[in-house]
Nanobody, 122 residues
């Protein structure tokens, strides 16, 4: 019913920047919040940043001051601007959205994208 598609990953040198995008589509009634998570090899998936429908944001300590999350409520998109990237930022980055759908019944649940690889290496 709901699809999330990420884009913008790639290979970047330490100190560089990347911008990730995530588009939500489908039978969306409303989006309560969206966010980015990441998972490095052998590690658990961890929160990177979230943004609520009212614009409030939350960041992991490890990315505070370097990453910026933003959203477009009209286009149902969320972005992650990543600056001053470090090798330890290397991971698969996943988009998450908590979405309310109303067909066949009103339901609120989380959805995940397929992930996009970010590699920070010289």
């Amino acid at each position: 019913q709901v699809q999330l598609v990420e884009s913008g990953g790639g290979l970047v040198q330490p100190g560089g920047s990347l911008r990730l995008s995530c588009a939500a589509s489908g039978r969306i009634f409303s989006i309560n919040d969206m966010g980015w998570y990441r998972q490095a090899p052998g590690e658990q998936r961890e929160l990177v940043a979230t943004i609520s429908s009212d614009g409030s944001t939350n960041y992991a300590d490890s990315v505070q001051g370097r990453f910026t999350i933003s959203g477009d409520n009209v286009k149902n998109m969320v972005y992650l601007q990543m600056n001053s990237l470090k090798p330890e930022d290397t991971a698969v980055y996943y988009c998450n959205a908590r979405v309310t759908t109303i067909r066949p019944i009103r339901t609120t649940r989380g959805y995940w994208g397929q992930g996009t690889q970010v590699t920070v290496s010289s």
